[in-house]
T-cell receptor, first 114, second 112 residues
Framework: AQSVTQPDIHITVSEGASLELRCNYS??????LFWYVQSPGQGLQLLLK??????LVQGIKGFEAEFKRSQSSFNLRKPSVHWSDAAEYFC????????????FGGGTRLMVKP | NAGVTQTPKFQVLKTGQSMTLQCAQD?????MSWYRQDPGMGLRLIHY???????DQGEVPNGYNVSRSTTEDFPLRLLSAAPSQTSVYFC???????????FGPGTRLTVT
């Protein structure tokens, strides 16, 4: 069965600093990988996705993620964090099963210091 | 397009009561799904549907029923609410052949 681990439950960074959120997945074949963001009291918004091809993918809001098959990782990065980036971030994997349903990690809550 | 809509936004139930969480989408998506979100556990799949008349169980289906009579609607029924069903519930939809899911705003349910 597929699974996703986000090792960091909470991360605090200063505004303007760089950010990396970790995601490790377990899946036997080529995964379809996603990062979603959830602002307080809101639904989930898709930041970016990886299906195939270039292992560095660009998303919205200045985020990018790199797929590393050898490490089973799909870490999310941003070079300079803004206060509005404070939110919870979820990594997810789809194995191409019926309905293409997602398996989510536990989430990482990002706090931004002024 | 309104996208994926969910009603109600908030609900408080007593143990043993029943209710239906509504989900609708106006994007003509074939796939629809229900997740529950609990702290530290991310989102877990409850039930999903790959088209009208077709539903299947996800990771945590116990205590929930679904049906899909139209492409647009995918209601989630709690037959006898339990405190363990206190959670935030999200409905999502996906176009046929795609993988990214489009989420509704969620329903926060408290069972006392």
């Amino acid at each position: 069965a597929q699974s996703v681990t986000q090792p960091d439950i909470h991360i605090t960074v200063s505004e303007g600093a760089s950010l990396e959120l970790r995601c490790n997945y377990s899946y036997g074949a080529t995964p379809y990988l996603f990062w979603y963001v959830q602002s307080p009291g809101q639904g989930l918004q898709l930041l970016l996705k990886y299906f195939s091809g270039d292992t560095l993918v660009q998303g919205i809001k200045g985020f990018e993620a790199e797929f590393k098959r050898s490490q089973s990782s799909f870490n999310l990065r941003k070079p300079s964090v803004h206060w509005s980036d404070a939110a919870e971030y979820f990594c997810a994997v789809s194995g191409g099963n019926a309905g293409n349903m997602l398996t989510f990690g536990g989430g990482t809550r990002l706090m931004v210091k002024p | 397009n309104a996208g994926v809509t969910q009603t109600p936004k908030f609900q408080v139930l007593k143990t043993g009561q029943s209710m239906t969480l509504q989900c609708a989408q106006d994007m003509n998506h074939e796939y629809m799904s229900w997740y529950r979100q609990d702290p530290g556990m991310g989102l877990r799949l409850i039930h999903y549907s790959v088209g009208a008349g077709i539903t299947d169980q996800g990771e945590v289906p116990n205590g929930y029923n679904v049906s899909r009579s139209t492409t647009e609607d995918f209601p989630l029924r709690l037959l006898s609410a339990a405190p363990s069903q206190t959670s935030v519930y999200f409905c999502a939809s996906t176009p046929l052949g795609a993988y990214e899911q489009y989420f509704g705003p969620g329903t926060r349910l408290t069972v006392t």
